[in-house]
Structures are given as structure tokens and as C-alpha cells.
């Protein structure tokens, strides 16, 4: 399917993916520019701190910061959706290596979303996405389905991951590609 059709025929979509570099947010940021029609129903939590710097550009799509403190985070984030969108989060809630969080599973199961994972394929260059799933009652095993759909978006920095990863070619995960002909 076209990713921009994907993303537009679900009311309610959850986008997780892996995040272990900044670049993520501003190829998406450049992406979703560029797609007017998914402009409407984006909606990504950034660290407090970044959203104090960036805020004024981030703000244009919808970007709200992360009260890492409030522990009312998940019903917050709830109340604040629409009643349609595209909701991207990363289930470790940085770039860093750490183990997943919960707040996306009940964000999903909450808001019945439909759960895509994907993101960046720093590897091949694109943009990937698995088969849609809903959550269920069991973190368990929704977090391990997840983490197998993300196996083919690959992070631009890996060892950060906690995701199963497909196997890859590390000399070829890069920004941009040392190959490609202009």
C-alpha cells in the first residue's frame, strides 16, 4: 500500500517505532511537510527539553512535550487527542538504549488504535511499515509483536535499539548513501 494511504484511511493509527538518533524527528518532520494531508492528524510527543528549543518550528505539526513527572501522562495524552489521527511514539521514550515503556500499550488499548510499526530504514534509505494489529489485554505479548514488526525499520544507530532487528549490512546504515548516483 502508499504510505501516505496507509496512513490517512485509519481514523485512529498508532505509529511505533525505533528511535536512537535525532534525524528521525527531522526526516519526519521534512516528510510529513511535504504531505499536507497527514499534516491534520499527526500528533508526536518530544522531550521536554528539545520541545523548549525547537518548540516555536516542532508546534507546526503538532508537537507537545513530554512531562516525564506528571504521572497522569497517559490520561493526558489521551484526553488531548482528536478523535482522528496518526499518534507516532517511540515505546522507549528516547534515543538511548533502555527497555521498552508501557504508555503505548495502554494509549492503544485505550483509544482502540490501530497499532503500525515502522519508521526510518536507515539501511535501504525508505520508509517501512508493518501490517496493521490492535492491542489487547496482554502487554506481554503486544510488546513482542511490536518488536518483531520493527525489525525492519533500521535505526540509524542499532546498538541503541531494544527491537529484534532484522539482519543487516552495518557499513550501509547511514544518513544518506554513499552510492547513490546524482
Aim: with cysteine.
Amino acid at each position: 500500500k502508499n504510505v501516505i494511504e496507509m496512513l490517512t484511511i485509519n481514523e485512529k493509527m498508532m505509529l511505533v517505532c525505533n528511535h536512537t538518533s535525532y534525524f528521525d524527528f527531522w526526516i519526519m518532520l521534512i516528510y510529513c511537510g511535504s504531505c499536507p494531508q497527514l499534516l491534520s492528524k499527526i500528533k508526536v510527543l518530544v522531550n521536554e527539553e528539545i520541545y523548549r528549543q525547537y518548540g516555536w518550528l516542532i508546534s507546526l505539526i503538532k508537537c507537545g512535550p513530554v512531562h516525564r513527572k506528571n504521572n497522569r501522562g497517559c490520561a493526558d495524552i489521551i484526553r488531548e487527542l482528536p478523535t482522528s489521527f496518526i499518534f507516532i511514539i517511540t515505546p522507549k521514550g528516547c534515543v538511548s538504549l533502555r527497555d521498552w515503556r508501557t504508555g503505548w500499550f495502554y494509549i492503544a488499548c485505550k483509544t482502540k488504535a490501530n497499532v503500525v510499526c515502522g519508521g526510518l530504514d536507515y539501511e535501504k534509505k525508505r520508509i517501512v511499515f508493518s501490517s496493521s494489529f490492535y492491542a489487547w489485554n496482554n502487554i506481554a505479548n503486544v510488546t513482542e509483536l511490536a518488536k518483531n514488526n520493527c525489525q525492519y525499520a533500521i535505526p540509524l544507530y542499532p546498538h541503541y535499539c531494544s527491537s529484534n532487528l532484522r539482519s543487516y549490512n552495518p557499513r550501509k546504515v547511514s544518513v544518506v548513501s554513499k552510492d547513490r548516483k546524482i
